[in-house]
């Protein structure tokens, strides 16, 4: 039996940055991940440069069932802590837009930077998969294919259950009813949708097609560019809006976020403008969709031939298309879990079980889930750090 402080199941991103935090404050620490590459998640991130953090992460760019319970970690480990870090490696990076951080490089600099921190601290990296754990008076055993541990703390850092592929599993949610820990209900965000039957027939000519909107769903919303691919819609602003997304919401659309639309139509009115009403829509928003919204509109001819009812049906559908999605192409290509751990039961502060002392949740197995643009890679490094100066 090995005995180690602190056994971290999961070293990932959230896993490593609390065995740094851990270790240099004297603890023995055990990382344990069944996982052949360390760091999989960041190394696919951000188009394999890593999104590692954003300049404006902050409370209010996260979903939770208790929204407040971000707030203490996030406060207390910040973007320029970990920029701070990513300098003392000598990581080049650049701000991409909107706040958002990408390595100059590679992605693998980050993992590099949290394994040599990591062992640095003095934490032990192992290869194997938990089968079972117990818990003791004086901690618990962690039996894994492999080993067998002993340690006073137990930290759940496993992840979610999006991109299965590279082994995402469920195993974090089983830890935490084993202990009788509520899990919020999960589902796969920052997500693409898909459209149902009829919508694909509509708009199978638009694959490929990318437009500046705002996408808006239940009190969000998003100004970023929509694309729409052969099953349904991708893009920034999509993907924002599916983790404010849930079953049978319609989600709302303005095409054209640059221009008043009854404006544009009243000044080619009077301009005495005898174009097309697809090529004069084509002047604010692709000529595929123009056509579409055309067609679906039944809007043919000149626009001094276009009435007063088709003239306020077109403008709304610019301003405020609603869609229907059937769902989001799941956990295969969602970036995140939303959902997860249910944060009632935890400290905010240090990220243990309230009922069960010496267990600890972090990273994106809690129900703390960010927007797109490193707002979750800083949840990581906080919550992270927040047990790991508690373990």
Not at 15 to 36: N, S
Not at 81 to 109: M, N, P, T, V
Not at 156 to 180: E, K, M, W
Request: glycine share 10%.
């Amino acid at each position: 039996m090995l005995k180690f402080d602190v056994v971290v199941i999961g070293a990932g991103g959230a896993g490593m940055m609390c065995a740094i935090h851990a270790g240099r404050r004297g603890r023995k620490v055990a990382l344990v991940d069944h996982a052949t590459v360390i760091g999989r998640k960041i190394l696919i991130s951000g188009g394999g440069r890593c999104n590692f953090t954003n300049l404006f992460a902050g409370p209010d760019n996260y979903v939770s069932k208790n929204p407040h319970f971000a707030k203490s970690a996030l406060s207390r480990y910040t973007p320029g802590d970990f920029i701070e870090l990513i300098e003392e490696h000598k990581i080049a990076y650049h701000e991409k837009k909107l706040g958002q951080l990408f390595c100059d490089g590679s992605a693998q600099q980050v993992v590099d930077l949290l394994v040599s921190e990591s062992e640095r601290a003095g934490a032990t990296f192992f290869k194997g998969r938990v089968i079972k754990l117990v818990e003791r008076d004086d901690g618990f055993l962690v039996h894994t294919n492999s080993e067998t541990f002993s340690c006073q703390s137990l930290v759940v850092a496993t992840g979610g259950l999006s991109i299965p592929q590279i082994g995402a599993t469920g195993f974090g949610y089983n830890i935490a009813r084993q202990f009788d820990i509520n899990v919020v209900e999960t589902a796969p965000a920052l997500d693409g949708f898909n459209f149902g039957s009829a919508d694909l027939s509509k708009f199978k000519e638009l694959t490929g097609v990318s437009v500046d909107s705002i996408v808006s769903v239940n009190q969000a919303a998003f100004r970023e560019n929509i694309l729409f691919t052969h099953t349904g819609l991708s893009g920034p602003a999509s993907l924002q809006a599916s983790l404010y997304w849930k079953k049978g919401d319609s989600i709302t659309i303005n095409i054209a976020p640059e221009v008043d639309p009854v404006a544009y139509f009243n000044e080619r009115f009077a301009d005495g403008s005898n174009k097309e009403v697809k090529n004069i829509l084509a002047e604010i928003i692709p000529r595929r969709l123009a056509e579409i919204i055309c067609k679906m509109e039944n809007i043919k001819g000149n626009i001094s031939e276009l009435s007063e009812a088709k003239m306020r049906n077109l403008t709304a559908k610019l301003e405020a298309w609603q869609i229907t999605p059937q769902g989001t192409v799941g956990y295969r290509k969602a970036e995140v879990t939303r959902g997860g751990v249910d944060t009632g039961a935890l400290s905010s502060t240090t990220m243990e079980v309230k009922k069960v002392p010496g267990l600890y949740f972090i990273g994106e197995v809690v129900d703390v889930t960010g927007q797109l643009g490193g707002y979750n890679f800083q949840w990581a490094w906080a919550s992270g750090h927040a047990a790991g100066i508690a373990v």
